[in-house]
């Protein structure tokens, strides 16, 4: 799992509320409220559309609670690494992301 900080630059709004994200894959598991301390933990994980914003990994993680993974780690034909779930046939991969299915989760279903 991997905590991001969105970093979108929003038009047309007076304060950006950008949050704090613990993500699973394409799923967000918990979130840090923009200007809080706190985490607020989901009762299951949710699918968090990245698409039009922008995010950056942090190097240190704010989030304390240990969360249990099915996430598998895939490598792709061209060496990236995407994680997927088995559990709901997820895929971090852009031909996931446009498509809404890839070969990584056929290729893991057929093992």
């Known amino acids: 799992m991997i905590a991001v900080r969105e970093t ?3 038009k047309d709004v007076a304060v950006q509320a950008n949050h704090t994200y613990l993500m699973d894959g394409d799923k967000a598991v918990a979130y840090i409220k923009w200007g809080e301390g706190d985490a ?3 009762k299951n994980p949710m699918r968090l559309d990245k698409r ?3 995010f950056e990994a942090l190097k240190s993680n704010p989030f304390t609670a ?3 993974s099915n996430m598998i780690r895939v490598e792709g034909s061209r060496g990236a690494v995407y994680e997927v779930d088995p559990d709901a ?3 971090a991969c852009p031909g996931y992301t446009f ?4 070969k990584h989760i056929t ?3 057929a093992v």
């Open 8 to 10: 979108t630059v929003w």
């Open 40 to 42: 607020f933990y989901f």
């Open 52 to 54: 039009g914003r922008k």
């Open 66 to 68: 240990k969360v249990v």
């Open 89 to 91: 046939r997820t895929c």
């Open 99 to 102: 498509r809404g299915a890839c």
């Open 107 to 109: 290729n893991l279903v």
